[in-house]
């Protein structure tokens, strides 16, 4: 069954750097996501892309975090300046349709320090 | 921002009984439920889903019901297995402006199956 893959799966990286979590999301599917999960609290959407652009972003999802789909397979999660609080669980979803179940990625442990 | 809430952050079950997971949400424009099984160290897994027009969904051991009325959701599992074990979300659509869905989560419910 085709699968969403993330990499890396860990990555640690110091205050201030800049961090590109990479996705490459189910071959067919049309829309894409990101979410994160900080330690202990629950799933928070943070973005979706769509026909290569943002179409819906959350309150989390600052100045700070940009998405690229650069290619025709890879769709990227970029953190500019990485801040403590940004160490979290990063999952990636795709659809190929928006109302249907999304398959997530099995995530990127960014750890900030 | 809590419009879908699951109350019960665990539950443990002995293995061949039944185990109710349960989730509430507040807004009623949520047209379309979701429950995802989310095991350590791995992504959540799409398991059942129910359209706000049904009130019962069954596949195999998993039947999700849904209250409209009540704005409750429950994930019943029969009979419960050691492999069962896992974090529960459930997960609400919500339509935007833009045509596409939104997806809210609830907090996750930790099922543990005792042998």
């Known amino acids: 069954e085709p699968e969403v893959t993330q990499t890396p799966s860990h990555q640690v990286t110091q205050m201030g750097q800049e961090v590109i979590l990479r996705c490459v999301p189910i071959?067919?599917?049309?829309?894409f996501y990101w979410y994160r999960q900080i330690l202990g609290q629950k799933v928070e959407f943070l973005v979706s892309?769509?026909?290569?652009?943002?179409?819906?972003k959350s309150e989390i999802f600052d100045d700070q975090f940009s998405v690229e789909r650069p290619d025709g397979s890879n769709f990227t999660l970029k953190i500019r300046s990485t801040k403590l609080e940004d160490s979290a669980m990063y999952f990636c979803?795709?659809?190929?349709?928006?109302?249907?179940?999304?398959?997530f990625g099995d995530g990127t442990r960014l750890s900030i320090l | 921002d809590q419009q879908v809430k699951q109350n019960s952050p665990s539950l443990s079950v002995q293995e061949g009984r039944i185990s109710i997971l349960n989730c509430d949400y507040t807004n009623s424009m949520f047209d379309y439920f979701l429950w995802y099984k989310k095991y350590p160290a791995e992504g959540p897994t799409f398991l059942i889903s129910?359209?706000?027009?049904?009130d019962k969904n069954e596949d195999g051991r998993f039947t999700v019901f849904l209250n409209k009325s009540a704005k409750h959701l429950s994930l019943h599992i029969v009979p419960s297995q050691p492999g069962d074990s896992a974090v529960y979300f459930c997960?609400?659509?919500?339509?935007?402006?833009?045509?596409?869905?939104?997806?809210?989560f609830g907090t996750g419910t930790r099922l543990k199956v005792l042998a």
């Open positions: 892309f769509y026909n290569n652009e943002i179409s819906e």
């Open positions: 129910i359209s706000s027009i049904k």
């Open positions: 071959s067919n599917h049309l829309y």
């Open positions: 997960a609400a659509l919500r339509p935007l402006t833009s045509g596409t869905y939104k997806y809210i």
């Open positions: 979803a795709s659809t190929y349709t928006s109302n249907q179940p999304q398959h």
